[in-house]
């Protein structure tokens, strides 16, 4: 519910093209400032107290900043009683059972097997529950995604490209805390350390991008954004081998720094060029649209990748050289994944 309200209200306060992409910016920058925060304080925290207090943090923050967003945040004029939408509970709850499910089937695959009746019949009934929710749309008075959203200027593309930024990030940082921890024997403070660079990264890429994306054909943007993900990933999976703690700044680190300049391009690039596309008064359906895109990208990479791992390091050794297998294979899948997206950069998205 946060972020596409955030996302819309950037759209509607921001009508300057070149201040509103610095503002998604400046929005990309404080998420990956919490991404990294967030990641060193609940290692110090799980290192030194338990891991419920990450929780108890959360809330802590959370009360103060929701109160100050009351006083703080521009007045928004409710529109008249008539022209209020309503709320598409049996869209949500179909859309939302279709993603639980789906991802419960790739998530499980690896374990349980691709042939087993439990994830044959779990992807089977997502289908069908994901196309009930289109179904439903076409007859619901006030849909949660409306047919005419899919006309609106490189919606469609753009779509599934937003898919690609939280992909790469959750399935990478995730993947590399694991390889810490379980191969290298890290604690989580020192695999949280280790994992610095992204947030600095991040923040850094996305000021920059916020800065030059006006100047520069969005088009090529979204492009080498997915070529950088792309680059980052192979010198992932090419950091295994025999004493791969030596490999951490030679591959590793330059793969966190090359990687993240590529997200927060693709994250500034997209959000600008699909909130701008948007019709006046769907700036709140666009943006909540493609946060869901977002994080379905997220949630699908993570079981994705996880599922490989899995996969390919059963009956394995267990030494760290052995296992590391799994996880090249991981981020093999996550070059391909940028490679797509370049494509539909390429063929689809209208500059």
């Not at 374990?111 to 749309?137: H, K, N």
């Amino acid at each position: 519910m946060n972020v596409p309200s955030a996302i819309a209200m950037i759209r509607t306060t921001c009508p300057d093209p070149v201040e509103r992409s610095a503002a998604y910016a400046a929005y990309a920058l404080a998420g990956t400032v919490g991404n990294v925060s967030g990641f060193v304080i609940g290692g110090v925290l799980t290192a030194r107290t338990s891991w419920r207090w990450i929780h108890f943090l959360i809330a802590i923050m959370v009360i103060p900043a929701a109160g100050a967003a009351w006083f703080l945040l521009p007045t928004h004029m409710m529109p008249a009683k008539s022209q209020r939408r309503g709320i598409d509970i049996p869209g949500v709850v179909l859309l939302t059972s279709g993603l639980i499910l789906f991802v419960y089937a790739i998530s499980d695959g690896a374990e349980a097997g691709w042939g087993s009746p439990q994830v044959v019949t779990t992807l089977v009934l997502s289908v069908i529950v994901v196309a009930s929710f289109f179904v439903t749309e076409k007859f619901t008075k006030n849909p949660a995604l409306p047919s005419k959203t899919w006309t609106n200027k490189n919606f469609t593309p753009l779509f599934f490209y937003a898919w690609s930024p939280y992909w790469w990030c959750l399935s990478s940082q995730l993947q590399l805390v694991n390889v810490f921890m379980n191969l290298w024997h890290d604690s989580p403070l020192i695999a949280a350390v280790r994992c610095i660079p992204i947030g600095v990264a991040g923040g850094i890429a996305s000021f920059l991008a916020g800065r030059y994306a006006p100047r520069l054909n969005p088009k090529h943007m979204l492009v080498c954004s997915q070529a950088l993900m792309a680059l980052g990933s192979v010198l992932f999976a090419l950091a295994g081998g025999e004493k791969a703690e030596a490999r951490y700044w030679s591959y590793i680190f330059p793969g966190m720094v090359i990687g993240m300049f590529g997200l927060a391009g693709a994250y500034v690039g997209c959000t600008t060029m699909v909130m701008g596309g948007a019709r006046e008064g769907e700036e709140g359906v666009v943006g909540a649209v493609m946060y869901t895109a977002y994080q379905v990208g997220a949630t699908l990479g993570f079981a994705i990748v996880t599922s490989i791992t899995e996969g390919v390091n059963t009956g394995r050794q267990a030494d760290s050289a052995s296992l590391f297998a799994g996880y090249a294979a991981s981020f093999w899948s996550m070059v391909a994944m940028p490679v797509v997206m370049l494509f539909i950069a390429l063929l689809f998205v209208r500059p």
